[in-house]
Every structure is written in structure tokens, then in C-alpha cells.
């Protein structure tokens, strides 16, 4: 195999190219929710479009074999829906009566967004399938430096309390706590550096042989090993409470928790490691031999 | 002659007849009115409820002053935070079976009703003591208050209630 490559590299020499693609896909931050500890509601994390553009710079040793560096922005995306109701159990109404308060979750959605720039640093295996086109494989490594989130919540939610010994359900008393309202706002993620894994299939063939131009088209895939985003706290309770109200109402949820952002609850069950899958289309400009042949001529 | 007697005969029974029939319907006792049962209790002063505990009933309809409230046909009558307590009017409900049958309430004035939270008390918070989530006391209360801190962040509430039970419960503010 080594040889091959020494023998394929002195016969064919190193040639280098530049690249750049722009790609789109379906991307996940990763994290997984479980409705362990409120079973009444149904929760699932849906992933979100995914976006990259990658700019690189690469050399062939031959034929076959080639390196790859790059710079790359990526989006990865996160979007975790809830259905369905919350109890809180055996709580006090302002009135000192004991109740089961149930929250109704309608269309609940969660999402979050992470922008990286990205180094990634590949190896290439390229096959000639015919004198024009060429397939190739890409696998390499990425370091990830996230350099812009969001994230952000909307959703409608019903309170109704049930006051178990007269079989009573009550429900649109909003001077009593029990409303229904449509909550949205955003807040921060605290990100980290990230390192991924990335595969990349991909079919080339060139547009302009004379200069060298080749056009490019691949799908792709990547991991990443590391947590991309972790919350200040975890594992707390979700909570609706809803405190723009007055005190009245302030005082009736006093036993439940402001909305508390999904990854930051006790219903998420794996980290949030982001993954991506998608396609890419680009263009590599080969840069011109610069194997340096051996002089014959004789000195004077 | 003969015929005339038997005629004014006749008429005087007649008479005596319709009397007795008169007298008999004006004496006659008034069909049992059924009874009202206790079954509406009240909630804070804006809400009179059915106690439906054993899942008799199926349908409601509340009156104000013997008429009809359009539209209340839900188990509980609330006036939107206009208090019921002290207005002077007579509430009263009818609710239904399954099977038809009608319970007619036992009627009164909003304050005339039992308050539903000495049958079904909550528990009564003897001390609210709130920790950050490192350990550090913050404050100590009666009750748990309606902004305790000012930073926002993951906070811990010990909470003591009268009959002795302790609950620990994260919180976010």
C-alpha cells in the first residue's frame, strides 16, 4: 500500500485544487426527551434543516490519495414538541382547598439553533470510473467553535384544576389561576467547542478541462462526540408559570417552576451531540502540477 | 206538579253535587313537593359548584331568583370575579341523571352555602425556607412568596406544613 503510494506519487506527482460547496440538509442537536417522570405528556425532538458552506484547500499525492483542510459554517438545528397534560398533584389553591392541577399542552415547540465555524481535516480516496468522472470518499475529523445560538419557545397551554371529591374540573377562571394562554420567548444556550466525525460520498467530473475546473456533488454525514450545548441547570421539573400575570396569579402557581427551557428539564435523555445529513454541490479549481523534475542540462 | 218537584229534586242534587266537588278539590291537600338536597357549596366568592362526588349527575341548569340563568349549564356558576357574596339574590340549581331523574338544590343566598375548603382543606404551609441551588439559605417565610429572589437561576424550597409533612422541590425563577 505504501509503496504503491510512493510509486503512484513520483509517477503522477502532487497536485493541489481549492474547493468550495454549499450543502443543506436535515441536522439534529441530538438530545433525546423521555416522558418518565410526566407520563401525560408526549414529547419528540424532530431535528431541523441543516446548512453548510465549506471553503478548502487540497493536495493529491496521486491518483488516488489525497489530504484535505477547510474551513466550514454549519447549522445544526433542535426542534422538541410536547403534547398532552402535566399534573401536579395534591397542591393548595389560594384559597387553602387541595386540587390536582393539570396543565394541557396544544402545539408546544421548542427550538434552538447553533451556527459553527468549522476546521475539518480529511483524508481523500478518489476512483476513476471513467476517463470524465470520478468517484470519491471523504472521511475525516472536524474541530467545531460555535459562534451563535438561538433559541426560543411558543406554545398555548390550559390551566384547569380537578377537585377530586366533588368530581369537579374547573377550568376558565382566569382571577383563579386556571386560563388558557399562549406563551412564547426566547432565551440563551451556553455552547462548547465541539470535535465531530464526517463521511462524505461524492461523484466529480469537470466542466472546464482546460482550466481545470471540476464540479462536485456529494452526500455527507457527521457526528459530533461532544455535547454542542448544555443548560445552566439540569434536571429540573418543566413548569408553566407564568408570572407577566399579577400577583393573584403568581400566588396560585406558587408550587410550579417558570417555563423551563427543554434541555435544561428532567425529560431529556441524552446529550445534546449534534448530527447532520445532506447533500453538497461545489466546485474544485485544480491548481496546476508543481512537481519540480529533475534537470538534465548541463552546467557551464 | 208531580214533574216539577222531581225536577227542583233533581237540580238540588245537582247543586249539592258540584259543591261537594268544589269544596272537596279546594280541601284537597297540595301535591309533596319534592325535596331540595344539599348538594351546591361555594368557592372563593364568585363560584357556587354541584358536589359531584358519586358521579350522579350528568346535566345542570342554575337559577337566580327562580328564573333560568341562560346558558349556565355547566357543574359550577361563576360570575367572572364579580362577587356573589352579599349581592341578595337566590341561587339554586337542577341537576340530572342519567337516567332523567331531576335533584332540585336546596336554595339560598350565596353566603348561605357551605364553603367547600373546610371539607377539603389544602396543607397549611408552616414554614417555606429557600436555599440556592448551593446550599446557601436565602430567606425563611409563612408562606411562599411572590418574589423571593431578584437573580433569576435553580433555587430549592423546603417546606414544612402544619401536620408535619416536608417537601423539597427545585425550583426555577
Redesign the interface.
Given at each position: 500500500m505504501v509503496l504503491s503510494l510512493l510509486v503512484n506519487t513520483a509517477v503522477y506527482g502532487i497536485s493541489s485544487f481549492i474547493e468550495i460547496s454549499a450543502g443543506g440538509g436535515w441536522s439534529s442537536l441530538g438530545y433525546s426527551l423521555t416522558n418518565e417522570t410526566q407520563q401525560g405528556l408526549t414529547m419528540r425532538q424532530n431535528g431541523s434543516y441543516g446548512l453548510n458552506a465549506h471553503i478548502g484547500y487540497g493536495l493529491q499525492f496521486n491518483k488516488y490519495i489525497g489530504l484535505g483542510i477547510g474551513v466550514d459554517l454549519a447549522r445544526y438545528g433542535a426542534d422538541a414538541r410536547l403534547k398532552g397534560t402535566a399534573e401536579w398533584m395534591?397542591?393548595?389553591?389560594?384559597?387553602?382547598?387541595?386540587?390536582d392541577h393539570i396543565v394541557s399542552v396544544h402545539t408546544w415547540s421548542d427550538w434552538q439553533s447553533v451556527y459553527m465555524i468549522e476546521i475539518p481535516l480529511s483524508v481523500y480516496l478518489r476512483f476513476p470510473v471513467s476517463e470524465n468522472v470520478r468517484v470519491y470518499g471523504q472521511i475525516g475529523a472536524k474541530v467545531c467553535l460555535p459562534i451563535m445560538s438561538s433559541a426560543s419557545y411558543q406554545g398555548t397551554i390550559s390551566h384547569s384544576g380537578v377537585?377530586e371529591?366533588?368530581?369537579?374540573?374547573?377550568s376558565?377562571?382566569p382571577?383563579?389561576g386556571f386560563y388558557t394562554a399562549n406563551m412564547q420567548d426566547s432565551y440563551a444556550l451556553r455552547t462548547h467547542l465541539t470535535v465531530a466525525g464526517f463521511v462524505k460520498i461524492g461523484v466529480e467530473a469537470p466542466v472546464d478541462k482546460l482550466n481545470n475546473v471540476w464540479l462536485y456533488g456529494a452526500i455527507c454525514g457527521s457526528v459530533h462526540f461532544m455535547p454542542a450545548v448544555t443548560p445552566?441547570?439540569g434536571?429540573?421539573?418543566i413548569?408553566w408559570r407564568n408570572d407577566t400575570y399579577d400577583?393573584t396569579m403568581?400566588?396560585a402557581h406558587?408550587?410550579m417552576?417558570?417555563y423551563?427551557p427543554i434541555l435544561?428539564t428532567n425529560l431529556i435523555k441524552r446529550e445534546a451531540k449534534p448530527f447532520a445529513l445532506g447533500a453538497e454541490i461545489g466546485i474544485r479549481f485544480r491548481i496546476p502540477h508543481f512537481k519540480r523534475y529533475g534537470c538534465n542540462c548541463e552546467r557551464e | 206538579m208531580n214533574m216539577n218537584k222531581h225536577l227542583f229534586k233533581a237540580m238540588t242534587v245537582m247543586v249539592l253535587w258540584t259543591l261537594s266537588v268544589s269544596i272537596k278539590a279546594e280541601v284537597a291537600p297540595p301535591p309533596p313537593k319534592p325535596e331540595c338536597q344539599d348538594i351546591v357549596y361555594r368557592k372563593w366568592n364568585d363560584v357556587l359548584f354541584v358536589d359531584n362526588g358519586n358521579e350522579e349527575y350528568v346535566s345542570y341548569q342554575w337559577y337566580k331568583n327562580h328564573t333560568e340563568i341562560t346558558g349556565e349549564t355547566r357543574q359550577y356558576l361563576y360570575t367572572h370575579g364579580i362577587p356573589m357574596e352579599g349581592d341578595g339574590n337566590i341561587y339554586h340549581v337542577v341537576a340530572t341523571r342519567a337516567n332523567g331523574s331531576q335533584v332540585i338544590s336546596c336554595e339560598g343566598r350565596f353566603e348561605d352555602f357551605e364553603t367547600s375548603v373546610t371539607l377539603n382543606p389544602g396543607k397549611k404551609i408552616k414554614k417555606a425556607v429557600l436555599y440556592t441551588y448551593t446550599g446557601f439559605k436565602i430567606g425563611e417565610w409563612n408562606d411562599i412568596p411572590e418574589h423571593p429572589v431578584v437573580d433569576k437561576g435553580c433555587y430549592i424550597w423546603v417546606v414544612m406544613y402544619e401536620n408535619g409533612d416536608i417537601l423539597s422541590q427545585r425550583i426555577l425563577y
Open positions: 395534591g397542591v393548595t389553591d389560594t384559597e387553602g382547598e387541595r386540587y377537585y371529591p366533588w368530581m369537579l374540573t374547573i376558565d377562571m382571577n383563579h445552566d441547570t434536571n429540573n421539573i413548569g400577583q403568581y400566588q406558587s408550587f417552576s417558570d423551563s435544561s | -
